[in-house]
């Protein structure tokens, strides 16, 4: 069984890429200087309503 850290041989370079600039920007938006996850932050950008224009 595969590491979830690591992409589908099928996916390539462009998966990986992908998934780690995710990663990196949940980091930098919801976590706390300590790496926990800052639960009241995400959960208000969670909940919140989006103006559809």
Same mark, same amino acid.
């Given at each position: 069984? *595969?590491?979830?850290?690591?992409?589908?041989?099928?996916? %390539? &370079? &462009?998966? @990986? +890429?992908?998934?780690?600039? $995710? %990663?990196?920007? @949940? /980091?930098? &938006? @919801?976590?706390?200087?300590? %790496?926990? /996850?800052?639960?009241? *932050? $995400?959960?208000? @950008?969670? +909940? +919140? *309503?989006?103006?559809? %224009?």
């Amino acid at each position: 069984m *595969k590491s979830p850290s690591q992409p589908p041989p099928q996916a %390539g &370079e &462009e998966f @990986f +890429s992908a998934s780690t600039g $995710l %990663g990196a920007d @949940f /980091i930098q &938006e @919801f976590c706390l200087p300590d %790496g926990a /996850i800052d639960w009241h *932050k $995400l959960v208000a @950008f969670n +909940s +919140s *309503k989006i103006p559809r %224009g």
